[in-house]
């Protein structure tokens, strides 16, 4: 097979807070190929937006990668100087926020945010920048784009801010987007347009697309690979159809029985009883043993091995294990 | 064009919003001068009740004079009207016009204050930002150190102890004063002479006041760096500098223009302590002169003067806030 964009490779982050060490991913694996769309799925605080940025190198000050390394067309992305990086950012990694809001600033107009990386990483001159930028929020769906380059955030709605902030994260024609839970500050409406837009643009310009969602139905419809998390680590990972069809580790089982209605949110599961738990201390075994209707005595003696379910589906759990291995 | 339009109808939205606020100012310094007058007109005792070398006859005349046996409301608009014709009154104590009196303290003063105002607020903007930029670092811990310790210094005990070292033990430069005793020096020796003798006091007011300002920066770049579009910056693989300058800094700054109104007042008020212990004729001298002997003419009128400015600053920190902050609403 060829090369993976992005591989993570057994990543590992620690944050650092007055009250201890956050191990806020641990040995996290997967890959991302070109043009692939791959959706990373977990309850609020399992880690998922650490593991997007420190693909990014955007990791809060205090965090820091523990071990482990993340690879962008083979070569390590992690520990690289802060240079590197920056090259890269806005140009062939991109990102999106949860809050369209917050985002961007609020005393500068949309237009010149976009512009911003054009001139930076294209070298355009601010001109045919400008030019540019305005196509590109006619290319994202908004009316009068020429009007839009010159308001300013608090202008605009917040469908209208995500799909600026899109905008400007194409711009560049990157090979990743990262839409860390695009739309969940946004309504139904907007949020399924938002989505829409983001196939569209995935597909037209060949990119990758790392989405960061709660919600599963939107996983169905728009992925082609799944990294379930849970506190801080993969604990099962395929392809869509294996794990909507066939899912093993009884975390995305939970997952899946708690999707009542399509569209809705999973910050709370009605179906897996008890909390995540204490990202400070977590157990030296499967840290989903708590809230586990299948845990045997065996899961609380270790960290479960991922074992391999067929064409890149693995999962880790004891249970799993024991089953195929019967 | 469309830029030109909506340039245009900024510029007209921005000139009738000055037009308001400046109207909007007036009644309030109406206001002002109501209530300053009212406050000396009903403290019991003046310059001519103090004075108890005169006889009640005297004393009569004197008030007939001055006018101070009218009713208040009348005294109230003979003032006002007065004012309006730039006439600020005429100083009992020493019997010269007002302006006459404070023109040259307050500009002694002004200069004081104006020069270091600049030095705090330039050095309270560039450390401030500097330990924001690297929280918890070396430097910003010495900076927290050293606010507090100059924060927490007397005034008075720190202008002895500079007068101490570098006047008395040292000699390097003056005690007090604005010009040596008898110095009838002109031109650039004059400005020389002035700039050494203003050395200690310009470094006592920015000890004094480069402590608290700098803790307002910190704070506020801190706030600025941790928003999420600070985020979406670094995330569009701009430079470290761009980040911080362009897109942190200047939301950073904002909060800080109101305060940098309120310091419009106290480039005129004068730096009592500081001005009295180096001898500095500012015009903190006069007003605790004319305080002691009741001098009102003078008092109302630099009130006045100081509630003025006040109003003032409020209005330029209010329009300069306009014109930087696009969420400002022009109405
Ligand atoms: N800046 C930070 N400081 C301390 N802890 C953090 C910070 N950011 C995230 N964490 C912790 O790291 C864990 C993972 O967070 P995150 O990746 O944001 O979760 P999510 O899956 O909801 O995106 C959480 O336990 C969170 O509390
Ligand atoms: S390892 Fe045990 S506790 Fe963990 S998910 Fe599997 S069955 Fe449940
Ligand atoms: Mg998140």
């Keep these: 097979m060829n090369q993976p964009l992005i591989e993570f490779d057994r990543l590992s982050v620690e944050i650092h807070t007055k009250a201890g060490i956050v191990r806020a991913a641990q040995d996290v694996s997967f890959s991302i190929s070109a043009g692939q769309t791959v959706a990373l799925v977990g309850e609020s605080g399992c880690g998922k937006s650490i593991s997007a940025l420190s693909l990014m190198g955007l990791l809060p000050s205090a965090a820091r990668v523990a071990s482990g390394e993340i690879r962008y067309q083979g070569a390590p992305l992690t520990g690289q100087p802060r240079e590197t990086l920056r090259r890269l950012r806005g140009n062939d990694l991109a990102m999106i926020f949860q809050e369209p809001m917050s985002a961007l600033n609020p005393v500068l107009t949309i237009g010149e945010q976009i512009v911003e990386p054009l001139i930076k990483h294209q070298r355009l001159r601010p001109k045919a920048a400008w030019v540019k930028a305005v196509a590109l929020l006619d290319k994202v769906g908004l009316a009068r784009p020429d009007k839009i380059a010159e308001s300013y955030p608090h202008e605009l709605s917040g469908g209208m801010l995500q799909r600026a902030m899109i905008a400007m994260s194409m711009s560049c024609q990157p090979k990743l987007l990262i839409a860390d839970e695009p739309t969940t500050a946004l309504d139904v409406t907007i949020s399924a347009q938002i989505l829409d837009l983001l196939q569209t643009l995935q597909k037209s310009e060949q990119m990758a697309l790392l989405l960061i969602t709660h919600d599963l139905g939107v996983v169905a419809q728009m992925a082609d690979f799944v990294v379930v998390m849970y506190a801080g680590r993969v604990v099962e990972s395929g392809p869509v159809r294996a794990i909507f069809k066939h899912p093993q580790h009884p975390y995305t089982q939970g997952l899946l029985a708690a999707r009542p209605v399509p569209g809705a949110r999973l910050a709370r599961l009605p179906s897996i009883r008890g909390q995540v738990p204490n990202p400070m201390n977590l157990p030296e075994y499967c840290s989903f043993a708590e809230r586990c209707d299948q845990a045997q005595a065996q899961c609380r003696q270790g960290q479960p091995e991922y074992v391999s379910l067929g064409a890149m589906h693995q999962s880790a759990c004891f249970v799993v294990q024991k089953r195929e291995f019967a | ?331």
């Design chain 2, 1 to 331: 064009m469309l830029a030109a339009d909506i340039t245009g109808r900024k510029f007209t939205a921005m000139r009738a919003f000055v037009l308001r606020r400046v109207l909007a100012a007036i009644p309030l310094l109406l206001g002002a001068s109501l209530l300053i007058f009212l406050v000396f007109a009903f403290t019991p005792g003046d310059f001519i009740d103090g004075n108890i070398n005169l006889t009640a006859q005297r004393a009569a005349e004197l008030k007939a004079l001055y006018g101070l046996d009218q009713p208040w409301w009348l005294r109230y608009l003979h003032w006002l009207e007065k004012l309006l014709h730039g006439d600020l009154g005429f100083s009992m104590q020493y019997q010269i016009p007002v302006t006459e009196l404070l023109g040259q303290y307050v500009f002694n003063s002004f200069l004081l204050a104006s020069v270091s105002m600049v030095l705090y607020w330039g050095i309270a903007l560039l450390t401030g930002v500097l330990a924001a930029v690297q929280p918890y670092s070396l430097f910003d811990r010495l900076l927290t150190l050293a606010v507090f310790a100059a924060m927490s210094f007397p005034v008075f005990f720190l202008c002895l102890l500079l007068i101490k070292w570098a006047a008395v033990d040292l000699g390097w430069l003056p005690v007090g004063g604005m010009l040596a005793t008898g110095s009838d020096t002109r031109g650039w020796a004059y400005v020389h002479e002035v700039a050494i003798h203003m050395v200690l006091p310009v470094i006592t007011l920015v000890m004094l006041q480069a402590g608290g300002l700098t803790r307002y920066f910190r704070a506020s770049m801190f706030e600025a760096l941790a928003m999420d579009f600070v985020r979406t910056a670094r995330a569009k693989g701009l430079k470290e500098r761009t980040v911080i300058f362009k897109h942190a800094l200047r939301n950073a700054l904002l909060p800080m223009i109101a305060l940098a109104g309120f310091e419009l007042p106290a480039l005129f008020s004068g730096a009592i302590i500081t001005e009295k212990l180096f001898n500095w004729p500012g015009v903190g001298h006069v007003h605790i002169d004319t305080l002691a002997a009741r001098d009102y003419p003078v008092l109302m009128a630099f009130t006045l003067f100081l509630a003025a400015l006040t109003i003032l600053g409020n209005l330029m920190a209010d329009i300069v806030y306009a014109c930087v902050d696009p969420r400002i609403r022009l109405r």
